[in-house]
T-cell receptor, first 113, second 117 residues
Framework: GENVEQHPSTLSVQEGDSAVIKCTYS??????FPWYKQELGKGPQLIID?????GEKKDQRIAVTLNKTAKHFSLHITETQPEDSAVYFC????????????FGGGTRVLVKP | GAVVSQHPSWVICKSGTSVKIECRSL??????MFWYRQFPKQSLMLMAT?????????EQGVEKDKFLINHASLTLSTLTVTSAHPEDSSFYIC?????????????FGSGTRLTVV
């Protein structure tokens, strides 16, 4: 089955700096890679996703890159703000509606004002 | 759309009793829903895949007789924790994806905090 590794497990950045989280996956058939933000006591919220036919996707301060050959993908948050503090999870899936997501271990991001 | 509603948001029950958690897709029909369990400061662990009109598919190590899943309609899946024990205390989260809006991705419910005393 799929295995997703995520690094780092914790990340502390100064407000305004950039944050980068990296994930690797093992199943070459995976073709859908979402990133979720989870605040304390809440369910994960999708912040951005990418499919294997695209190498990069950007949405305002958030971007995701995908390297299919190396089987890794990364989340980039620029101009970080205190409200970006949360736990971020990467995930991978084969993409069909009935296919399950496999999650990385999570990264706890703290943005210091 | 792709809105998933989960209820209750928290529940406290006594050891030995059963607890039912509901997961509803509000604006789409979900033939498949997923149930996750999350311990403090850990990742989401898939427990089972709930299939409308058929039996759920459980992940290895998950007791199907303890965690009963029913997906009787296209908008509702339920997870019942039977004979709950303190070690079942956890955060349970459901998820679904609108098959007609694949670009929306998987949507998660707000989670249910179960505390067994």
């Amino acid at each position: 089955g799929e295995n997703v590794e995520q690094h780092p497990s914790t990340l502390s950045v100064q407000e305004g700096d950039s944050a980068v989280i990296k994930c690797t996956y093992s199943d070459s058939a995976s073709n859908y890679f979402p990133w979720y933000k989870q605040e304390l006591g809440k369910g994960p919220q999708l912040i951005i996703d990418i499919r294997s036919n695209v190498g990069e996707k950007k949405d305002q301060r958030i971007a995701v890159t995908l390297n299919k050959t190396a089987k890794h993908f990364s989340l980039h948050i620029t101009e970080t703000q205190p409200e970006d503090s949360a736990v971020y999870f990467c995930a991978a899936s084969r993409g069909a509606a009935g296919n399950k997501l496999t999650f990385g271990g999570g990264t706890r991001v703290l943005v210091k004002p | 759309g792709a809105v998933v509603s989960q209820h209750p948001s928290w529940v406290i029950c006594k050891s030995g009793t059963s607890v039912k958690i509901e997961c509803r897709s509000l604006d789409f029909q979900a033939t498949t829903m997923f149930w996750y369990r999350q311990f403090p400061k850990q990742s989401l662990m898939l427990m089972a895949t709930s299939n409308e009109g058929s039996k759920a598919t459980y992940e290895q190590g998950v007791e199907k007789d303890k965690f009963l899943i029913n997906h009787a309609s296209l908008t509702l899946s339920t997870l019942t924790v039977t004979s709950a024990h303190p070690e079942d205390s956890s955060f349970y989260i459901c998820s679904a994806r609108n098959p007609d809006r694949p670009s929306y991705g998987y949507t998660f419910g707000s989670g249910t905090r179960l505390t067994v005393v």
